[in-house]
């Protein structure tokens, strides 16, 4: 990468990577498989889907290894696959990246348990495993990290090692939940003071995603954001609340719907913008296309 990442998003609004959990099911990927073990044996339709969502408008694109840290691969008895997991994928991310885009090392929450005392997982335990991660991942050339979590003290204790141990930009992104009492992390804060948190950790950008809150909700969150951090920002909502329709899944927001907010998101702080669970590479065709008509307004 010829363009610095924190001096081009200082300059202009950027588009986050696509979500390949959802992407990859257009090829084929069942929703229970492993997403880097799926990757692995179908590595053609993974470069395919980050090739298109370049083209759809990412200004990045991301590894896939967010189920790739030992806490999330024990799950598939695979703890043993972490660093293949984690440096095929980059390689592969990277293979396909134009210059003028940027590979996303994605790490993510230790899921299904937490560190100790929420749940099992030691600090040192937790370490070892976050830092096997990372550094495999900055081996293997990523340009800069997406760290998400649901528990404020293991983001930040991951947030610590990868810019103590590598250097490089890292965005970290609470996981927001709505409820009758309003926007919250999982296990800790309300937005602001979260990303008060992940700041004072080290992150170069404060994001959200994902959790239980609307692309809807996004521009209220952004805001109260702000209030905790002078950091860049970045919202990655899903497109809509999740729904069960004749047993799958399904999420409401068109893309034309979901486009229409961009402006909003920006206008409250946000240089990072994207979608999560539900968000097809028509919604960032959409995004895309919305985001290039408030640029030239603003000319």
Same mark, same amino acid.
């Given at each position: 990468?010829?363009?610095?990442?924190?001096?081009?998003?200082?300059?202009?609004?950027?588009?986050?990577?696509?979500?390949?959990?959802?992407?990859?099911?257009?090829?084929?990927?069942?929703?229970?498989?492993?997403?880097?073990?799926?990757?692995?044996?179908?590595?053609?339709?993974?470069?395919?889907?980050?090739?298109?969502?370049?083209?759809?408008?990412?200004?990045? =694109?991301?590894?896939?290894?967010?189920?790739?840290?030992?806490?999330?691969?024990?799950?598939?008895?695979?703890?043993?696959?972490?660093?293949?997991?984690?440096?095929?994928?980059?390689?592969?991310?990277?293979?396909?990246?134009?210059?003028?885009?940027?590979?996303?090392?994605?790490?993510?929450?230790?899921?299904?348990?937490?560190?100790?005392?929420?749940?099992?997982?030691?600090?040192?335990?937790?370490?070892?495993?976050?830092?096997?991660?990372?550094?495999?991942?900055?081996?293997?050339?990523?340009?800069?990290?997406?760290?998400? =979590?649901?528990?404020?003290?293991?983001?930040?204790?991951?947030?610590?090692?990868?810019?103590?141990?590598?250097?490089?930009?890292?965005?970290?992104?609470?996981?927001?939940?709505?409820?009758?009492?309003?926007?919250?992390?999982?296990?800790?804060?309300?937005?602001?003071?979260?990303?008060?948190?992940?700041?004072?950790?080290?992150?170069?950008?404060?994001?959200?995603?994902?959790?239980?809150?609307?692309?809807?909700?996004?521009?209220?969150?952004?805001?109260?954001?702000?209030?905790?951090?002078?950091?860049?920002?970045?919202?990655?909502?899903?497109?809509?609340?999740?729904?069960?329709?004749?047993?799958?899944?399904? #999420?409401?927001?068109?893309?034309?719907?979901?486009?229409?907010?961009?402006?909003?998101?920006?206008?409250?702080?946000?240089?990072?913008?994207? =979608?999560?669970?539900?968000?097809?590479?028509?919604? #960032?065709?959409?995004?895309?296309?919305?985001?290039?008509?408030?640029?030239?307004?603003?000319?």
């Amino acid at each position: 990468m010829d363009i610095d990442f924190l001096t081009r998003l200082r300059s202009e609004v950027l588009i986050l990577y696509a979500p390949m959990h959802t992407l990859l099911t257009e090829w084929g990927k069942p929703l229970e498989t492993h997403l880097s073990e799926w990757i692995l044996n179908h590595p053609e339709a993974y470069q395919e889907a980050l090739t298109k969502s370049y083209a759809a408008g990412c200004d990045m =694109g991301h590894t896939a290894t967010q189920a790739s840290s030992v806490f999330r691969a024990k799950t598939f008895k695979l703890e043993g696959r972490v660093r293949e997991f984690n440096y095929q994928s980059a390689k592969l991310a990277r293979e396909v990246t134009p210059k003028d885009r940027f590979v996303v090392g994605n790490i993510s929450a230790s899921n299904p348990d937490f560190l100790e005392p929420v749940g099992s997982y030691t600090r040192d335990f937790m370490i070892g495993g976050y830092t096997e991660q990372i550094m495999t991942l900055a081996e293997a050339g990523v340009d800069v990290f997406h760290i998400g =979590g649901n528990q404020i003290d293991a983001l930040c204790l991951a947030v610590t090692i990868a810019k103590g141990r590598t250097g490089l930009p890292v965005i970290a992104a609470n996981h927001i939940y709505r409820d009758a009492k309003g926007f919250h992390t999982l296990y800790g804060p309300a937005p602001a003071a979260a990303s008060r948190r992940v700041t004072e950790a080290g992150a170069d950008v404060v994001g959200c995603l994902c959790g239980l809150f609307s692309y809807e909700d996004a521009t209220s969150i952004v805001g109260q954001m702000r209030k905790g951090t002078n950091s860049i920002l970045g919202v990655q909502p899903d497109a809509g609340m999740p729904e069960l329709v004749d047993g799958t899944t399904t #999420y409401s927001a068109t893309p034309q719907q979901m486009a229409a907010r961009v402006g909003d998101w920006i206008n409250a702080g946000a240089r990072l913008v994207g =979608g999560c669970c539900g968000t097809t590479l028509e919604h #960032y065709t959409q995004l895309s296309s919305k985001l290039k008509e408030i640029k030239r307004h603003a000319a």
